[in-house]
């Protein structure tokens, strides 16, 4: 499906899907705000952070009158005055909802325990689920359809110490969060089309390498395999 295709299918609906985004932060920036600018889907933006100046360098929709701020109204109203119309809802709280009645999720948090629970509770609601890292010059965007696509467990297993290193622990060269929050945003566009982006793309800025990878969904997955 071309973009030109893409828009149209999504503009064409009068109900636009509801799309939840945890995490307001280096990823949550560019998802939000490409997502409202092209008005394909109302937004529902959890984070339970308030904006720092040191969020500032990589963190798009906040300015120096936000320092102190929680993100999600400072996005949320960053978001209305670039994208009028745009609809925002937002929860102050920085954890997995009891329902996931949502259209698709994305996950654009720094911890990765919660990025394997959001992706079993993603699997067991049968939610498409659009997940992202980002740690030093490293970054990973995947697109999961449960029970068709590998999951995180598929590719990742499950969470290691190396893995739990976060952009507060390691760092995180600025511009990184921006390429892998914008590969997630034409990701969670291309799922919320009706199109299946199976690819898993690895960008590595130390070796200047953005690399897509297919993946299998496992048999024996403790998230998305079939029952023996
Ligand atoms: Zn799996």
Known sequence: MSPIVVKRELSR??????????GAGGLGCP???LLARVHVC???LADGDVVDRSNLPR????????????????????VRDLAPGAKVETRGVFRLPDRLDFAL????????????ALNDAAIAARVPLVS??????????????????????????????????????AGVLAPLPSIVGSVMAAMAARTLAGEAPEAM???DLGLSQARPSRWQRRDDCPACGRPS
């Open 42 to 44: 109302e937004l529902v």
């Open 13 to 22: 609906r009068a109900e636009k899907p509801r799309v939840l985004v945890i």
């Open 132 to 169: 992202g890292g980002v740690v030093g010059l490293v970054g990973y965007a995947l697109s999961v359809r449960p029970g068709q696509s590998a999951c995180l467990r598929c590719v990742f297993e499950a969470p290691t110490d190396e893995m739990r290193k976060t952009c507060r622990d």
């Open 59 to 78: 963190q798009w929709l906040y300015g120096d009158k936000d320092v102190g701020k929680a993100k999600t109204a400072a996005a949320a109203a960053r």
């Open 201 to 203: 793309w690895s960008i």
């Open 31 to 33: 998802i939000v705000e």
């Open 105 to 116: 999720v994305i996950d654009g948090t720094d911890d990765v325990d919660f990025k394997f």
